[in-house]
Structure formats: C-alpha cells, structure tokens
C-alpha cells in the first residue's frame, strides 16, 4: 500500500475532513480557527499535515486568502460525501431509537411548491407521519450544486437539460402543458381563437434569463417571426403571475398551477393558442453514486402517486 492510499484508509480522520471544508469555506485560517475554537497556528500545521501526506497542495496561499487547487476541490468534494452520509447514519440510528424514520432533505423550485409537492407531503405524513423533510427552494442550478456536495438527497422540478445531468438519475413525473393566461377581463379573453400576431402589443410576464422556461419561449417567438416582448417583467413566481394579471393586460406564461384547473385557483383565463414549447418534463433528480436511503424511496413514491391522481384531470381541463 502506497503512502497516498494508507493515509485516505488508515490515518485521515473526520476532523481532517471538517477541517478542509471549513478552510474551503471561509478561505481564511483566522475565520477557520475562530469558528473551530482552536489557534490559527494550529490550522495552518493542521493542514499542512494533510498536504504533505497526500502529497499535493491543497490550497494556494494568497494576498486575499486561501484558494483551492484543482486538488483541493477534489477531496473537498469527496469530504463533503463522507460527512453528508456520516450525518445521514446519525439520523437513521436516532431515528431508529426514537421510533421516528429519518429526515428527507429535498430541493425544489416554485412550480412544484404550490402543486405536487404539497400533495405529495401529505400522501408521505399518511404513510409515515415520522417521516420528516425539510424543503428548500431555489434556482435549478444552485440546487444542483447543493445536490452535487451531497446536502441535498434529491431534486424536484422541471428537469434540466441532459448535460446539466451527467452523474445523476431521473425520475419523469409528469409532462405538463404550458398555457399562455391572462386576467379574466383582458382584450383577448372573451376570444374563441388567438393568433400570435395578435399577442405582440400586450406587456408580458417572462420567466427570467437563465431559467429553463426562457430559451424555450425565446425561440417560440422567433419562431412566429415576432420580437421578444419590451414591455415585461420577469418571474417564476406563480402568486406574483396570478395577481399581476389582474389589474393590466399582461399575458403570462403560466405552469405554476401545473395539476389544478385555473378556475380553481383564482380568475385567470387561459388563452386559445397552441404555445408547442419544447421543454424537459417535470421530475425528481438524485445522485448516480448514492442511492436514495427508503425514506426518500418513499417520498418518490408519493410523488409519483400525486401527479398520476390529477395529471388527467388538467390535461382534460
């Protein structure tokens, strides 16, 4: 057994880990010490022990603090794994002591807040009432970074492209339609067919730049040979899209409400025009090289049985 390969098996120990992710996130020895209640000298030998048995440098020295090495971002990332699946086996053992099943950590975006999940939620309580799950919400591509450092168990969205992907496994939930709305007393609601050019004079409300919706719309545009709209704002929020269009004349382009009819939700009229997006289909995500522990199993489940209760009554509406 080489020297590299004796130290990661037999003498690299949990608080060297600690101690790399917390010199990657503060990127300052002062701040890393202050917060491990230990003295800087004591970091700085501490992490030269590791570098120089790993043989690499970790991080470089710089006038504004430390930076990571390709090296460094490497077993960083790799500690955070270890840590994250250290933490998950407390849970489970105090789980099991306690009669509870653990903590399911999921990260979702604004679409699945307001429809599946919360169903979804209530399916799982059924199940196991001791389940619990703590829901954060955010942008696809910051959730796939806390995915990736392993602090979140799965993702739950529309799904990205494949090659924001690689390493992960999917699970489709459900292909929804996109639908262009507008308020209840806009121009073109009490019409019976719209067609694009008629749309071109109105403000709007857009997802934003980087979303996953706004290629999408972008080239629909273009495709219509019309411009992008300069009247607009810009939302993933499906509350703020529901009472923005009721006092003007935006049209928005809706999926907030994927599983429910519009009349059940508030005064929204969705207009006659075939939108064609071509999108990714609604799902779960989860890491290729951890497999998801049963209590997220189950919650996946749940999911599934959610979106197949309702998917038919609003692709009927």
């Given at each position: 057994m080489g020297q590299l390969d004796w130290y990661l098996n037999v003498n690299l120990k949990v608080r060297h880990l600690r101690l790399l992710v917390a010199v990657y996130d503060f990127?300052?020895?002062?701040?890393v010490a202050s917060n491990s209640y230990v003295t800087v000298p004591a970091v700085s030998k501490a992490l030269g022990e590791i570098e120089r048995a790993l043989g690499v440098q970790l991080f470089e020295r710089t006038a504004s603090g430390l930076r990571p090495t390709a090296y460094g971002e490497s077993v960083v990332r790799h500690a955070r794994i270890v840590l994250s699946t250290l933490n998950q086996t407390a849970e489970e053992i105090k789980a099991l002591q306690t009669?509870?099943?653990?903590?399911?950590?999921?990260?979702?975006?604004?679409?699945?807040?307001?429809?599946?999940?919360?169903?979804?939620?209530?399916?799982?309580?059924?199940?196991?009432?001791?389940?619990?799950?703590e829901i954060r919400e955010n942008r696809m591509r910051s959730l796939l970074q806390e995915l990736q450092r392993a602090e979140l168990d799965m993702i739950v969205g529309r799904l990205p492209s494949k090659s924001d992907t690689v390493g992960l496994q999917e699970q489709i939930l459900v292909a929804p339609l996109t639908r262009l709305v507008t308020g209840p007393h806009h121009p073109l609601a009490g019409r019976t067919k719209v067609g694009w050019s008629d749309l071109k004079d109105f403000p709007w409300v857009l997802p934003?730049?980087?979303?996953?919706?706004?290629?999408?719309?972008?080239?629909?545009?273009a495709r219509h040979g019309l411009p992008m709209p300069s009247n607009y704002i810009e939302t993933l929020?499906?509350?703020?899209?529901?009472?923005?269009?009721?006092?003007?004349?935006?049209?928005?382009?809706?999926?907030?409400?994927?599983?429910?009819?519009?009349?059940?939700?508030?005064?929204?009229?969705?207009?006659?025009?075939?939108?064609?997006?071509?999108?990714?289909?609604?799902?779960?995500?989860?890491?290729?090289d951890k497999p998801l522990a049963p209590n997220a199993m189950l919650l996946l489940r749940c999911l599934e049985q959610a979106c197949s209760t309702d998917v038919a009554t609003y692709n009927a509406y």
């Open positions: 990127r300052n020895l002062r701040q009669g509870s099943t653990g903590k399911v950590y999921v990260g979702t975006s604004p679409i699945m807040v307001s429809t599946i999940l919360p169903k979804a939620l209530i399916l799982l309580k059924q199940d196991a009432p001791h389940t619990n799950v934003p730049l980087g979303s996953l919706l706004r290629e999408p719309i972008e080239n629909t545009f929020s499906s509350h703020l899209v529901r009472a923005y269009i009721q006092f003007n004349d935006a049209i928005a382009l809706h999926t907030g409400d994927v599983l429910y009819p519009y009349a059940d939700v508030g005064p929204i009229h969705v207009l006659p025009i075939n939108l064609s997006l071509v999108t990714r289909p609604l799902g779960a995500l989860w890491r290729g």
